[in-house]
């Protein structure tokens, strides 16, 4: 028998073999393609959120909607803030940095939360700070609330006096203020000195020599409720101030009530609590007004009005007079009796 070539056949493997190959590398090929597009369709979403990111810089940086995107961009809004105070003065520094006064007596322009067609949005976040009230009278008796005794009824102590200061000093490192008037009319009275001590995170001091009227509230029942004013008075005992002769008001400091008007001598300027449109629980407990967060809206007569959220300090001008008013606080909880948590500071320049 004849034996056949074996060379076709060979050649007919080879042929196999290279026609084959495009099909195993197909698969390699249409996964890279693919991969690719994953990388792309990764990125895409990615770029977008950055840029979203980027161009929210004019939206809120506490958005209740989405909390877990404003914790990623966190970092970029704190970073842009930071720019944004340094060039145009429209925001008061962070809380951390001592609620720094910022110079425009106008709302703030807007990262955070009272979002409504009243005004830009204001920021939601809460805070605790708290002022102490303590008077040292004539004699050496210390009147403040962990004195007053309560039997009854809410115990009180109000005290309308005027005078000359002898004193006055800030210490910022122990947030403490003071202030010493004599009320002495100069009659051959020995010296007659009050004491008046604020524990505040906003310093004041009142000029000496000056004659001032000040008047202190405190109240005393589940939680202590403390105002204090000071004005200027233009003559006292007859005699015309030799500081200054404008009548003005040099502090008026609320802790435990949202309108220290309807307590003291009026100073004409308006102190408004305005509920923001921030996440709140619904429970209540009695509250006077409903849950949620609020705002401290400062007016007077003839002046452009401000809105000052928790943890703000800022300038105002009001009744023709210079002003840097804080708010430390104001929210109701909901909790039973939790309807003191409201403080603010107003401190005449």
Known sequence: ??????????????????????????????????????????ALPDADAE??????????AIDVASPDANDATKGTSDARDGSSDASDGDRAQ????????????????GDAGLSDSDGPPLSCDSTHERLALTVTV????????????????????????????????????????????????????????????????TPFTIPVGAYVEAEYWMAMSHECTQLLRISNLAEWNGQTNPVSTVNKTYLVASDGSSDPNAKMVTTGIGVSPKRLDCPADDASCGTPMPVGAYAFEFSASGSASL?????????????????????????????CDDDWNWAFSIVGQ
């Open 138 to 201: 004539p004699g050496g008796g210390i009147q403040r609330c962990a004195d007053l005794v309560i039997d009854g009824g809410p115990a009180t102590v109000h005290q309308l006096l005027s005078g000359v200061v002898r004193a006055s000093s800030s210490d910022a490192g122990s947030s403490s203020s003071s202030v010493t008037i004599d009320t002495c009319v100069g009659d051959g009275c020995a010296a007659q000195l009050f004491v008046i001590r604020v524990d505040t995170p």
């Open 1 to 42: 028998m004849k034996k056949r070539p074996f060379v076709p056949a060979l050649l007919v493997l080879l042929c196999a073999a290279a026609c084959d190959s495009p099909d195993d590398t197909s698969p390699d090929a249409g996964n890279a393609v693919e991969a690719g597009a994953d990388v792309r369709d990764v």
């Open 94 to 109: 962070p809380d951390g940095e001592g609620g720094e006064v910022d110079g425009d007596s106008g709302p703030l322009d």
């Open 307 to 335: 809105t000052v959220t928790m943890g703000q300090s800022l300038a105002w001008t009001g009744n023709g007079q210079n002003f840097v008013v804080r708010n430390h606080r104001s929210y109701q909880s909901g909790l």
């Open 51 to 60: 840029g979203n990111a980027d161009s929210g810089g004019n939206a809120d």
